[in-house]
């Protein structure tokens, strides 16, 4: 999914459940906030469009103020960046997507939102296997999924289909958030199972991934909720503040990790002035939408899409495309960059993965701060066919 150029955002955090009701958007809210805690700039986004309630329960129900002809500041809520649905449904003006299928509705309030730049977006997906949930998931370069159930849930076969269409589309699931799983006595703090100890244990073991964390079922959380401040913020002591917390902090350890996983790296070699390889090497599919990158020659490469599309383009000419803040100002989106800046035989050192969703090219006139996202590369790929 193509987001706007004015947004920088580097992982996509998918929080997901088969049904409604589990604690899914709670989970979520706490969990950005607990982000923003830590001092990340977080965005949380409400794809759960059937029951919008991020609005609520971050505690700020305003509407957002308009960004250039059809866009939108997210709204602030404790130090997090926020759009829902609920935040402009109560208009009285039509909304620009009133009447755009559920999806496409997603699709544009992500695309319309100048987030700025982000460390995170944690996106409240919509409960189910559906239509909304599958096009957010194909859509972006999710880091990784949490799957949100309580134990009674999780015998449903329901929550393996959705592993398996997160699985299927190549986006790892980081783990099972077993939520409501026992109760603490506030008197003397014994933990008190409701419904047996090992479900969400004997789950994980089936589905082969960590149990990340059980939360409590805790009245504190339901009241936070309905007051617009997530637990996390004021009750971090508490029994459930802490399990909030601790998965946080291992939500957290797992994008760091994701993103030292190098998909793509290819290190520049020695080709004679003569030698040219218009032809991917052969590759297994990555499962995004960029598939293969490649040298083709001494100054250019080749990246292979994931429908088959071939691009072969020079580093001179990728490097007039670069977006950093040195080549293109970041307000007015003018180039600062000019072509004769630029060595007519500029060539590459290297090209690197960050994360799932973008390549960094290193120039050999040392340039290597520019960021080209994979759906810009498919934009300019389609732009110089
Ligand atoms: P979902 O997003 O899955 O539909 P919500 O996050 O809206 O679920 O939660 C449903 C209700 O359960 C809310 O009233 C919420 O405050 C409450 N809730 C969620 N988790 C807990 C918990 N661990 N303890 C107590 N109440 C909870």
């Not at 917390?245 to 994008?255: A, E, F, G, H």
Request: one cysteine or more; hydrophobic letters at 40%; glycine letters at 10%.
């Amino acid at each position: 999914m193509a987001h706007q150029e004015h947004t920088s955002i580097k992982h996509f955090l998918a929080v997901y459940s088969n049904k409604g009701g589990v604690g899914k958007s709670t989970i979520a809210a706490n969990l950005a906030c607990g982000m923003a805690m830590r001092g990340f700039r977080v965005g949380l986004m409400d794809g759960d469009v059937h029951g919008p309630s991020m609005g609520l329960m971050m505690g700020n129900e305003s509407h957002p103020e308009p960004f250039g002809e059809s866009g939108y500041f997210p709204i602030e809520a404790h130090g997090v960046r926020v759009m829902s649905m609920a935040n402009l449904v109560n208009e009285e003006t039509p909304l620009i997507w009133r009447g755009a299928r559920v999806h496409g509705a997603l699709t544009q309030i992500l695309n319309q939102t100048n987030w700025g730049e982000l460390d995170i977006m944690v996106i409240d997906m919509p409960p189910g296997t559906g239509d909304a949930q599958l096009t957010l998931a194909q859509g972006l370069p999710f880091a990784g999924a949490i799957i949100v159930s309580t134990p009674q849930e999780l015998s449903l076969l329901d929550t393996a289909r959705g592993i398996n269409a997160f699985r299927q589309l190549k986006v790892p699931v980081f783990g099972l958030v077993e939520n409501m799983s026992f109760f603490v006595c506030d008197a003397c703090g014994d933990e008190n199972p409701l419904f047996g100890n090992s479900a969400g244990e004997i789950f994980c073991e089936e589905f082969d991934m960590p149990l990340l964390a059980r939360i409590p079922i805790d009245p504190e959380i339901c009241n936070a909720g309905d007051a617009g401040k997530p637990l996390v913020i004021d009750y971090p002591e508490r029994p459930s503040g802490k399990a909030l917390l601790n998965l946080t902090d291992t939500i957290l350890m797992k994008l760091e990790e994701s993103q030292t996983v190098q998909l793509f790296h290819v290190e520049w070699q020695d080709l004679g002035f003569l030698e040219r390889r218009p032809t991917p090497p052969p590759s297994e599919p990555s499962g995004l939408s960029v598939n293969n990158v490649w040298q083709v020659s001494t100054d250019e490469f080749g990246i292979e899409f994931a429908d088959g599309k071939v691009w072969i383009q020079s580093a001179r000419n990728l490097r007039l495309e670069c977006p950093c803040a040195a080549c293109v100002n970041e307000w007015t989106h003018e180039k600062i960059l000019k072509p004769e800046d630029v060595k007519p035989d500029l060539s590459i050192v290297a090209i690197q993965s960050v994360g799932r969703y973008a390549l960094r090219f290193v120039f050999d006139d040392g340039h290597d701060s520019g960021l080209f996202h994979f759906d810009r590369l498919r934009k300019l790929a389609d732009q110089t066919a």
